[in-house]
């Protein structure tokens, strides 16, 4: 147990939809990182936040947004689904140098 | 830029036989390593992690890994493999991109298989 929990579980959308996945950290990590795992793939980074504030991305468009949270939750918005956007959606806390995962949104675009 | 190279994308090995999961890094700073496990329709899980000190790192469910700066590797084994231990496994470095940005760069992936 890692204490990250991720919500839901599993997503069907549509293309051209907008979808919102939703991460829950542990107390005191204030930094949260999210990462794409498409099927067959290691995860990439799409990006991090700290404090509240974006401070590092991956290479993603700009239709792949996130929020940060003083409660330590945090959230990541893609817009305009494409298919190519159905993976694994796996947030990650961090404390000091180490990332704790969460167990991930599956999503599927058709 | 920090890589990650995974050499094999599938190993099988018989129940009780040597696990070894060959992983090549790059990096232009030393680097802090980490081999994760992820079981199906699951997250990741960390197995062990590589930052300063002891080059033989020691972790979870008997595995330990050898990080190795002369070979620029950081290979994972366990003397005795498991049934349970069938899963994918991944390697990752840790890219320090500047100011608090830390991000992992994973490999591709090696999938173990144990037969019985």
């Known amino acids: 147990e890692t204490g990250v929990t991720q919500s839901p579980t599993h997503l069907i959308k549509t293309r051209g939809q907008q979808v919102t996945l939703r991460c829950s950290s542990q107390?005191?990590?204030?930094?949260v990182s999210w990462y794409q795992q498409a099927l067959g793939q290691g995860p990439q980074f799409i990006f991090q936040?700290?404090?509240?504030?974006?401070?590092g991305r991956g290479n993603f468009p700009p239709r792949f947004s996130g929020l940060q949270f003083p409660n330590y939750s945090s959230e990541l918005n893609v817009n305009a689904l494409e298919l190519d956007d159905s993976a694994l959606y796996l947030c990650?806390?961090?404390?000091?140098?180490?990332?704790?995962f969460g167990p991930g949104t599956r999503l599927t675009v058709t | 830029a920090q890589s990650v190279t995974q050499l094999g994308s599938h190993v099988s090995v018989s129940e009780g036989a040597l696990v070894l999961l060959r992983c090549n890094y790059s990096?232009?700073?030393?680097?802090?390593l980490f081999w994760y496990v992820q079981y199906p329709n699951q997250g990741l899980q960390l197995l062990l992690k590589?930052?300063?000190?002891a080059t033989l790192v020691k972790g979870i469910n008997g595995f330990e890994a050898e990080f190795k700066k002369s070979e620029t590797s950081f290979h994972l084994t366990k003397p005795s493999a498991h049934m349970s231990d069938a899963a994918e496994y991944f390697c990752?470095?840790?890219?320090w991109g500047g100011g608090a940005t830390n991000k992992l760069i994973f490999g591709t992936g090696t999938l173990l298989a144990v037969q019985p």
């Open positions: 990650a806390s961090r404390k000091d140098y180490e990332q704790y």
């Open positions: 936040y700290y404090r509240e504030e974006e401070n």
């Open positions: 590589y930052t300063t000190g």
């Open positions: 990752a470095v840790s890219d």
């Open positions: 107390s005191g990590h204030n930094t």
């Open positions: 990096s232009s700073v030393p680097p802090y």
